[in-house]
T-cell receptor, first 110, second 115 residues
């Protein structure tokens, strides 16, 4: 079975721009979660989707948003990028309370 | 609230040494507990998990036992290899009413194994 895939793997943006990251879960997994990883803050939960509905949300500003499609694929969007948004963004999918992670998208904001 | 505390790294060991990485947690009830490993430039890989008290998770020579009385889930391996060099994360999935599977992570422990 193919694992979680994330695109793009690397991204460079400038302050003020917006970005969309994509995640394709493991086949059959209906839950998708997103995390931000930075050296200073570690791994922080962004949001979780299940059957196209946001099931949980972390403590991030409204500039961070996401959605899930009927095929369980998910996207997250960050608008008005700030330097501090530079991070590795990880997507995870799960079937029964065990999350499997993708390789991440590394975002650099200049 | 829910939180995970891991021993501070980095940890440097010689090949074939015994490894322990301490992890304690704060949570209500019986959360599920996990160890994930991250190799340089990669995402997180599930190493092992335990879902109830006294469960022992094991994989690739690594073991951890869910200890409710000490709220701990320490990771151990009897003989480490150079290929075990990575960052290890302890995590919990709290009990929630809405069925959320959100993970709460510790800060990670970097392990370096020298030949």
């Amino acid at each position: 079975k193919a694992g979680v895939t994330q695109t793009p793997r690397y991204l460079i943006k400038t302050r003020g721009q917006q970005v969309t990251l994509s995640c394709s879960p493991i086949s059959g997994h209906r839950s998708v979660s997103w995390y931000q990883q930075t050296p200073g803050q570690g791994l922080q939960f962004l949001f979780e989707y299940f059957s196209e509905t946001q099931r949980n949300k972390g403590n991030f500003p409204g500039r961070f948003s996401g959605r899930q499609f009927s095929n369980s694929r998910s996207e997250m969007n960050v608008s008005t990028l700030e330097l501090g948004d530079s991070a590795l963004y990880l997507c995870a999918s799960s079937l029964t309370k065990t999350q499997y992670f993708g390789p991440g998208t590394r975002l650099l904001v200049l | 609230g829910n939180s995970v505390t891991q021993m501070e790294g980095p940890v440097t060991l010689s090949e074939e040494a015994f490894l322990t990485i301490n992890c304690t947690y704060t949570a209500t009830g019986y959360p599920s507990l996990f160890w994930y490993v991250q190799y340089p430039g990669e995402g997180l890989q599930l190493l092992l998990k335990a879902t109830k008290a006294d469960d022992k998770g094991s994989n690739k020579g690594f073991e951890a036992t869910y200890r409710k009385e000490t709220t701990s889930f320490h990771l151990e391996k009897g003989s480490v290899q150079v290929s075990d060099s990575a960052v290890y994360f302890c995590a919990l999935s709290p009990i929630t009413q809405g069925g959320s599977e959100k993970l709460v992570f510790g800060k990670g422990t970097k392990l370096t194994v020298n030949p």
